[in-house]
């Protein structure tokens, strides 16, 4: 059982640009969000989160957007740098949880 | 450098074998947590530790036991090897017990496991 989906496996835009990435959830008990990149041979990094009760959140080029009504989020990052190339994975956790749900990854690839 | 570290980078291992993978958390952080990514099964929760007591268990197998020292460094132990258990495997630790949404974890560089 999925809870969390990325049903992009890969993005490719150019840069200076906007990529966006989605995610959809289907456990309404999922109260922070957040996304992680993710370079080859190394560890997920933190990039952004956000709390069910925002609807945005934004930090420098990185913005992300939290629909609850529709289960889904995205980030949205302006303007795309060759070096944004990267796995980039959503995630979850319940409330009161601790544990990260991971979806299942978007490859981000940003042409120069 | 997220201050994780783990040990080591790769292992490889025929079926049967035990192996045992070890993560040191960022300094201040309490919490170690494990996760496993297998191409068929992204990255999946594991366990985790607080300060030295299991906190929550997820998809771990029996064969798979981990812990957490007093000075926070944690082993996750695989035993049993099968050739399903090759996958990369990452420890991550955040400052406090989980369960508040401030708490970010901070992966390590994981450990790639091949077992043959």
């Known amino acids: ?21 989605n995610c959809d959830y289907t456990n309404s008990m999922f109260d922070y969000f957040l996304w992680y990149k993710k ?20 930090d420098g080029r990185f913005t992300v957007f939290l629909n609850k009504s529709a289960k889904h989020l995205s980030l949205h990052i302006v303007p795309s740098q060759p070096g944004d190339s990267a796995v980039y994975f959503c995630a979850a956790i319940l409330t009161s949880g601790s544990r990260l749900t991971f979806g299942e990854g978007t490859q981000l690839t940003v042409n120069p | 450098d997220s ?46 530790y607080y300060n030295g007591e299991e906190r929550a268990k997820g998809n771990i197998l029996e064969r798979f036991s981990a812990q957490q ?10 035993s049993s090897l099968e050739l399903g258990d090759s996958a990369l495997y990452f420890c ?4 406090g017990p989980g369960g508040r949404a401030e708490e970010t974890q901070y992966f390590g560089p994981g450990t790639r496991l091949l077992v043959l």
């Open chain 1, 1 to 21: 059982d999925q809870q969390v989906k990325q049903n992009s496996p890969s993005l490719s835009v150019q840069e200076g640009r906007i990529s966006i990435l």
């Open chain 1, 39 to 58: 370079y080859p041979a190394e560890g997920p990094t933190f990039l952004i989160s956000i709390s069910s009760i925002k609807d945005k959140n934004e």
């Open chain 2, 3 to 48: 201050g994780v570290t783990q040990t080591p980078k790769h292992l490889i291992t025929a079926t049967g074998q035990r192996v045992t993978l070890r993560c040191s958390p960022r300094s201040g952080d309490l919490s170690v947590y494990w996760y496993q990514q297998s191409l068929d099964q992204g990255l999946q929760f594991l366990i985790q």
């Open chain 2, 69 to 78: 020292f007093p000075d926070l460094h944690s082993e996750l132990n695989l």
């Open chain 2, 92 to 95: 991550a630790s955040s400052v």
